[in-house]
């Protein structure tokens, strides 16, 4: 489906240049483009607009709204030049003005060669209905802007009103016209002043917006270098350190010759730093299956309650502090949400783990509150609490709060606890203070993403 064109215009002179950057933004706001795009598109506009008047003496410029097989409506600008381009190959500029725009071609349309650009118009913007299609076109055609040649024109018009009322007085006449003469010097030096700026700023948009697409790849392969570099290096490590852990375990079976107890005991540290290894590596293997993007959610309607009572079922016997109390309330019915069973039982079982790891006395609980299309579900404790400077910090790989309260640990557990909440379609937000304990809040939404 193709609107009738929203505004069309001709570029002939220098000037239309800058009347053409400026409908083209105007037009790009009309529609509901971004503010950045509308830069985007009236940034590629003007630079192909001087290349056409340079190059075949200028074009017809027509404003449309076009729709896509996929349904999604586009601004497209048109640029029909007033002469043959002089290689039906042309391409306009260079490839960092493509990129200011979704497309960037030279297409044949109506037996004429034209130079056609087009931005995706959101899907947040107001429906572009033909009633509203003309409501904006009567908008546009309302609020041509004023241009260096139409205050030229009518200066000269008033200058002539003068002359055939006050005929006799060809002094003042001379004088007025070259009072004009010197009005129309200024006017010209300050446009071409104004359009040398413009030049200069549109280089600058142009190789900006080259260098940030430029960092934008550096930084995409970095991160996938190293989601490689972790997943190859874990996955590396885990035989050798399950072959460790296999072999202690048959030293000390009673099928074996008899250690004495040194032995046992230092056979026993064996087993528990293999352990930990095997730990570190199992979360390093997460870690990077959840960057690299392979880790994809099961989703399925889960009872929360089902979910807490697993949970309190498992950390409780793994809790040996008695000074601290582990505290699961029982979520409200119904308590059911879409998610990935699994991976929001890792969640909670981290935050838990943490919470019961930095809390040597009082409490960690967990609760679930219902609000609206959400769930929150939130983990307390009466922990040493944490500064506000290190609120974001936590949530780096391997870091840990430096003090008197560190334990051991491999700083993964938030990271990775963070990374699967986003992935669920949801957030983990911190609360805390020192001496105050912690608070940490999943929220999620109820039927998924």
């Known amino acids: 489906m193709e609107h009738e064109p929203l505004l069309q215009m001709a570029l002939r002179v220098e000037q239309d240049i800058f009347v053409v950057r400026q409908r083209g933004r105007e037009v790009a706001a009309a529609v509901g483009l971004e503010r950045q795009d509308q830069v985007r598109i009236a940034t590629a506009l003007s630079e192909v607009a001087r290349d056409l008047l340079r190059g075949v003496g200028g074009a017809d410029v027509v404003f449309a709204v076009t729709a896509a097989p996929d349904g ?10 007033v002469s043959p381009l002089p290689d039906r190959r042309y391409e306009p500029q260079s490839g960092a003005v493509a990129r200011l725009v979704d497309t960037l071609s030279v297409v044949a349309a109506a037996g004429d060669t034209v130079v056609r650009m087009s931005r995706r118009i959101p899907v947040t913007a107001q429906a572009l209905t033909p009633q509203r299609v003309e409501q904006l076109r009567a908008q546009l055609g309302q609020s041509v802007p004023g241009t260096v040649e139409e205050e030229l024109a009518t200066q000269n018009s008033q200058l002539i009103a003068a002359l055939d009322e006050v005929r006799s007085q060809r002094d003042e006449l001379a004088r007025l016209n070259e009072e004009l003469e010197q009005t129309n010097r200024g006017v010209l030096a300050l446009y071409h002043q104004l359009t040398d700026e413009l030049e200069e700023t549109n280089r600058g948009v142009v190789a900006l917006y080259a260098e940030l697409d430029e960092k934008s790849v550096q930084l995409r ?3 996938e270098s190293k989601s490689r570099f972790l997943a190859n290096v874990s996955h590396e ?9 296999g072999l202690a375990r048959l030293l000390t079976d009673a099928a074996s010759d008899p250690l004495t107890l040194e032995q046992e005991r230092q056979v026993g540290l064996i087993r528990s730093s293999a352990a930990d290894l095997l730990s570190l590596v199992n979360e390093l293997l997460d870690l ?8 994809e959610p099961n989703w399925a309607e889960v009872d929360l309650r089902a979910v807490f009572g697993q949970l309190r079922g498992t950390l409780r016997a793994l809790h040996t502090v008695p000074e601290v109390t582990l505290v699961v309330e029982e979520p409200s019915s119904p308590a059911t949400i879409r998610t990935d069973e699994m991976l929001l039982a890792q969640v909670l079982r981290n935050l838990l783990h943490n919470g019961l790891k930095f809390t040597t006395r009082g409490e960690v609980r967990l609760r679930a509150e219902r609000s609206g299309d959400s769930w929150k579900l939130v983990v307390t404790d009466t922990g040493s609490g944490i500064p506000a400077e290190f609120h974001e910090r936590i949530f780096e790989e391997f870091y840990q709060v430096p003090g008197p309260s560190r334990v051991g640990g491999t700083g993964l557990g938030l990271p990775y606890a963070r990374r699967l909440a986003t992935l669920l379609g949801g957030t983990l937000e911190l609360s805390s203070e020192p001496g105050r304990g912690s608070t940490f809040t999943v929220s999620l939404p109820a039927n998924g993403t």
Not at 288 to 295: M, V
Request: glycine fraction near 4%.
């Open 72 to 81: 999604r409506q586009h601004l497209r600008v048109d640029l029909v030049p």
């Open 221 to 223: 392969s970095a991160s």
């Open 237 to 245: 490590l885990r035989a050798p350190v399950t072959a460790i852990i």
């Open 288 to 295: 990077a299956k959840a960057e690299s993007g392979r880790l």
